[in-house]
T-cell receptor, first 114, second 112 residues
Framework: DAGVIQSPRHEVTEMGQEVTLRCKPI?????LFWYRQTMMRGLELLIY????????DSGMPEDRFSAKMPNASFSTLKIQPSEPRDSAVYFC????????????FGNGTRLTVT | SQELEQSPQSLIVQEGKNLTINCTSS?????LYWYKQKYGEGLIFLMM?????EEKSHEKITAKLDEKKQQSSLHITASQPSHAGIYLC????????????FGQGTTLQVKP
């Protein structure tokens, strides 16, 4: 199994630009999660989907952030416009939506906004 | 998340020594997950505990859950440099969503 695949691995952009992060979950998994990790706040859940439907987006910091899951094998997290405080590592994780099923994480996208 | 407190925040041990990392929850736990993260990489699942008193082992790493205290401990026996990394505990609050909140992590260094 290829695991959760995220792209790009690194993204450097200027303030005000649009940023799109991509995620391919593990085949067969029906839950997908977007997390953000920073030194100050640790690992925070931004949004999660079940069967491609957004269930809880209460962790999305602002309207500048949006996430989509058009099908079971692809999700995007978009930031528009980006700001320096958005700099962080963004992780995507997937799981089977059942009790005791662990999350499987991708290697993350390190975003730097200058 | 302050709902999950890990201690210590960081740890430096000599190779071969034993160590323990703790994770305490301020709310009811439906499941407690331990992950390991190396710098620049994603989180690797280690083990999951659900029932009070449950204990699981993987190689030289053992985790226990004290449901009454809402606390879990991760114990590494005879530490090796390969054990170095960040250990995070994650808690399932709902029991059926798979949504996890995480502690701040414990950074472990093992000196050869």
């Amino acid at each position: 199994d290829a695991g959760v695949i995220q792209s790009p691995r690194h993204e450097v952009t200027e303030m005000g630009q649009e940023v799109t992060l991509r995620c391919k979950p593990i085949s067969g998994h029906n839950s997908l999660f977007w997390y953000r990790q920073t030194m100050m706040r640790g690992l925070e859940l931004l949004i999660y989907f079940n069967n491609n439907v957004p269930i809880d987006d209460s962790g999305m910091p602002e309207d500048r952030f949006s996430a989509k899951m058009p099908n079971a094998s692809f999700s995007t997290l978009k930031i528009q416009p980006s700001e320096p405080r958005d700099s962080a590592v963004y992780f995507c994780a997937s799981s089977l939506r059942q009790e005791n099923s662990p999350l499987h994480f991708g290697n993350g996208t390190r975003l730097t906004v200058t | 998340s302050q709902e999950l407190e890990q201690s210590p925040q960081s740890l430096i041990v000599q190779e071969g020594k034993n160590l323990t990392i703790n994770c305490t929850s301020s709310k009811t736990l439906y499941g407690l997950y331990w992950y390991k993260q190396k710098y620049g990489e994603g989180l690797i699942f280690l083990m999951m505990l659900q029932k009070g008193g449950e204990e699981k082992s993987h190689e030289k790493i053992t985790a226990k859950l004290d449901e009454k205290k809402q606390q879990s401990s991760l114990h590494i026996t005879a530490s090796q440099p390969s054990h170095a990394g960040i250990y995070l505990c994650g808690a399932d609050r709902t029991g059926n969503t798979g949504k996890l909140i995480f502690g701040q992590g414990t950074t472990l260094q093992v000196k050869p």
